[in-house]
Nanobody
Framework: VQLQASGGGLVQAGGSLRLSCAAS????????MGWFRQTPGKEREFVAA????????YYAEYVRGRFTISRDNAKDMVYLQMNSLKPEDTAVYYC?????????????????WGQGTQVTVSS
């Protein structure tokens, strides 16, 4: 599975961005998908995830109610709608795919990673 993240940019606090992750591969629609983020000097942290058909979603406490993860399997796309952005949301955001996992919050559960897209939120 190959993943390509896009949609990052510079936005003011309180603004919104939508990240996209294009997946390719014969069985990409059967993978659970997640978004993680990382800032310099820190470990990659979980943001959100959903199972293969989108029926189950999972969020980190610090983004719950502000971010929404979704997927369109017909288009092999996963999205992260980010609203009410805060300066502390500034990071490189990565999408990832997992063949099978119940540990959605653990980055080690994911088999494939995209290249990351920078999100910068100014105060």
């Amino acid at each position: 599975v190959q993943l390509q993240a896009s949609g990052g940019g510079l936005v003011q606090a309180g603004g919104s961005l939508r990240l996209s992750c294009a997946a390719s591969g014969r069985t990409s629609s059967r993978y659970s998908m997640g978004w993680f983020r990382q800032t310099p000097g820190k470990e990659r942290e979980f943001v959100a995830a959903l199972n293969w058909n989108g029926d189950s979603t999972y969020y980190a406490e610090y983004v719950r109610g502000r971010f929404t993860i979704s997927r369109d399997n017909a288009k092999d796309m996963v999205y992260l709608q980010m609203n009410s952005l805060k300066p502390e949301d500034t990071a490189v955001y990565y999408c990832a795919a997992a063949r099978a996992t119940a540990e959605y919050r653990d980055s080690m559960s994911y088999n494939y990673w995209g290249q990351g897209t920078q999100v910068t939120v100014s105060s």
